[in-house]
């Protein structure tokens, strides 16, 4: 089965550039998004179509995607940034959804 | 005001069987596609499942396939994921999420509150 892998957790300090990672074999073809989850919350979308930001996303989060491996990049990291990342795409079919296993970002 | 409400969830013993629900309201359901998503406490996301509008196409995740079914009835607005052959490891908390339509920007825009199963003798 389809797996996009991550990297489990990332530390930064405040102001810091947080950098985390997602591959995958299909993501040279799939866009990948991006999902933000603080502890005991549902998930919120932070990045879309490998570099887009939905509104109300703060400039600091941004994405790029080049060939297996996208990259979720956060530009001078505030501690409310403390949360689980997740990768999100599909297989080669476009069929079967998949997450990444999470990288928890610790800005302290 | 779009909402989800899982329901269904509790202890069962493995090898067991249960059956989730999830009530949708404020969005016209026939016309989205829905997903079954889980994550065991403590542990990541973990997507299981797909069905779309007119259950024509449905997908699951390996790790579900052949013992867990996802079905749904568009005139109860009601998305339901009947699990068999329950195993200590598929304890966790269970979430539908609406798939967004394309164009959207959001593949996963609104999730219920979720339901835990607990498999377990």
């Known amino acids: 089965s389809y797996e996009l892998t991550q990297p489990p957790s990332v530390s930064v300090s405040p102001g810091q550039t947080a950098r985390i990672t997602c591959s995958g074999d299909?993501?040279?073809?799939?866009?990948v998004y991006w999902y933000q989850q603080r502890s005991g919350q549902a998930p919120v979308l932070v990045i879309y179509?490998?570099?887009k930001r939905p509104s109300g996303i703060p400039e600091r989060f941004s994405g790029a995607s080049s060939g297996t491996v996208a990259t979720l990049t956060i530009s001078g990291a505030q501690v409310e940034d403390e949360a689980d990342y997740y990768c999100y795409s599909t297989d080669s079919s476009g069929n079967h959804r998949v997450f990444g296993g999470g990288t928890q970002l610790t800005v302290l | 005001e779009v909402q989800l409400v899982e329901s269904g969830g509790g202890l069962v013993k493995p090898g067991g069987s249960l059956r989730l629900s999830c009530a949708a309201s404020g969005f016209a359901f026939s016309a989205y596609g829905m997903n079954w998503v889980r994550q065991a406490p403590g542990k990541g996301l973990e997507w299981l499942s797909f069905?779309?509008?007119?259950?024509?196409?449905?997908y699951y995740a390996d790790s579900v396939r052949g013992r867990f079914t996802i079905s749904r009835d568009n005139a109860k607005n009601s998305l339901y994921l009947q699990m068999n052959s329950l195993r200590a490891e598929d304890t966790a908390f269970y979430f539908c999420a609406r798939e967004g339509q394309r164009g959207t920007t959001d593949p996963l825009d609104s999730w219920g509150q979720g339901t835990l199963v607990t498999v377990s003798s």
């Open positions: 179509e490998d570099t």
């Open positions: 299909a993501l040279p073809k799939k866009y």
């Open positions: 069905i779309s509008s007119g259950s024509i196409y449905i």
